[in-house]
């Protein structure tokens, strides 16, 4: 269990509504098909018409999960034509959308670690094919346990 520490640990004296940063991120990404959209832009995917279709969610759905997705600055827009087409939008990760995806990954670890499901997937590292996981490291490199971590407010 994460514990606070200093101004942080009497809950009576501060309320985290409108300023704590889960409650924020959830406002951004908290729906299944933003995920979705995340996990799939990670994968490569660029067109609408697949975002769509992979995420298996209406057209109306994906159309307004990109647009808050963009406003969000985890993805960009950036304008493609194929020949005798009109030009469209194609949707790229941004440097804040490529920082996002732990999260994702830390979801599909917990997801295929508690959750029964047949999926042999696995993360791996591509450089010597061990199985990868996410985890929480200080600043100094040192991985941090659970019962070991805890929030306090930042220095200035």
Same mark, same amino acid.
């Given at each position: 269990?994460?514990?606070?520490?200093?101004?942080?640990?009497?809950?009576?004296?501060?309320?985290?509504?409108?300023?704590?940063?889960?409650?924020?991120?959830?406002?951004?990404?908290?729906?299944?098909?933003?995920?979705?959209?995340?996990?799939?832009?990670?994968?490569?995917?660029?067109?609408?018409?697949?975002?769509?279709?992979?995420?298996?969610?209406?057209?109306?759905?994906?159309? #307004?999960?990109?647009?808050?997705? %963009?406003?969000?600055?985890?993805?960009?827009?950036? $304008?493609?034509? !194929?020949?005798?087409? *009109? /030009?469209?939008?194609?949707?790229?990760?941004?440097?804040?959308?490529?920082?996002?995806?732990?999260?994702?990954?830390?979801?599909?670890?917990?997801?295929?670690?508690?959750?029964?499901?047949?999926?042999?997937?696995?993360?791996?590292?591509?450089?010597?094919? #061990?199985?990868?996981?996410?985890? %929480?490291?200080?600043?100094?490199?040192?991985?941090? $346990?659970?019962? !070991?971590?805890?929030? *306090? /407010?930042?220095?200035?």
């Amino acid at each position: 269990m994460a514990m606070l520490q200093g101004a942080l640990a009497d809950r009576d004296a501060w309320s985290p509504v409108g300023r704590c940063p889960i409650e924020k991120a959830m406002g951004l990404v908290g729906t299944k098909s933003a995920m979705l959209i995340m996990r799939e832009a990670y994968y490569g995917t660029t067109r609408f018409e697949d975002f769509w279709r992979r995420v298996g969610v209406t057209k109306a759905a994906a159309s #307004a999960r990109l647009s808050d997705l %963009v406003e969000a600055g985890l993805l960009e827009r950036r $304008p493609y034509q !194929e020949p005798g087409q *009109r /030009v469209r939008d194609e949707y790229v990760l941004t440097d804040a959308g490529r920082d996002f995806m732990p999260v994702v990954w830390a979801l599909f670890e917990w997801g295929r670690r508690h959750i029964p499901n047949d999926s042999p997937l696995r993360l791996a590292h591509d450089g010597c094919g #061990a199985y990868a996981t996410v985890e %929480v490291r200080c600043d100094d490199g040192h991985v941090v $346990p659970p019962d !070991e971590l805890v929030i *306090r /407010v930042a220095r200035a």
